[in-house]
Structure formats: C-alpha cells, structure tokens
C-alpha cells in the first residue's frame, strides 16, 4: 500500500537511524522507500515476494517488530536478533503464537 509518513526526523535519534534502517532492509525485499528530511514516502511495489533474506534488526526492538510481520506473511525472511524486543515487549513472540501467529526464533 503506498504511503506518504511525515514527522519522521526524530527516527534518526533512536537505537539506530531508524529511517535508514528500514530503508536499507527493505531494499533487500525490493521495497523502495524516499525519504526527505521528514518524511518516507512508498509508491506501494513491491518487487521480490519469493526472496530468502536476513533482515537486520541493528538490536533495535521495534525495527524487530515491524519487520517480524512481514516473516510471519513471507517465511523465507529471517530476522537478525529477534530477541531485541525484551527492551520494551519480552513476550511479544508469545503474544503472535496466541493470535496464530508462528515465528521460529533463532
């Protein structure tokens, strides 16, 4: 779905350039996202549903969050360091298993 997100320049200043972050792993998808100094915009493409990738959580426990949907939707993601959530949801796996949600954690 495309979007266009405002309000965004504080994600630089998080546990990792969050906007980069997500930007340079979802490249890995062929999900291509522009920034400008506020905002992240996505034209909705997404070019590569078949892909086996590691996604990098740079230990950042939301970039782990988000990006543990898209491997519940699309198992051949990986995600690296899964267990950076127990920063802000240490049960956060357990709480997609009771909604039907399976994620192998590594």
Not at 6 to 23: A, N, P, V, Y
Not at 93 to 100: N, R, T
């Given at each position: 779905?495309?979007?266009?997100?405002?309000?965004?320049?504080?994600?630089?200043?998080?546990?990792?350039?969050?906007?980069?972050?997500?930007?340079?792993?979802?490249?890995?998808?062929?999900?291509?996202?522009?920034?400008?100094?506020?905002?992240?915009?996505?034209?909705?493409?997404?070019?590569?549903?078949?892909?086996?990738?590691?996604?990098?959580?740079?230990?950042?426990?939301?970039?782990?969050?988000?990006?543990?949907?898209?491997?519940?939707?699309?198992p051949n993601i990986k995600i690296e360091n899964p267990k950076?959530?127990?920063?802000?949801?240490?049960?956060?796996?357990?709480?997609?298993?009771?909604?039907?949600?399976?994620?192998?954690?590594?």
């Amino acid at each position: 779905v495309p979007f266009n997100i405002s309000g965004t320049k504080t994600l630089k200043f998080k546990e990792t350039d969050r906007e980069l972050s997500l930007k340079t792993e979802l490249f890995k998808l062929g999900i291509n996202i522009e920034m400008d100094d506020n905002s992240l915009f996505y034209n909705g493409e997404f070019l590569n549903h078949d892909i086996s990738v590691l996604l990098n959580t740079y230990n950042d426990h939301r970039l782990v969050m988000g990006f543990s949907l898209l491997a519940v939707k699309y198992p051949n993601i990986k995600i690296e360091n899964p267990k950076a959530v127990k920063k802000s949801f240490p049960a956060f796996f357990e709480e997609l298993e009771k909604i039907g949600f399976k994620f192998e954690i590594r």
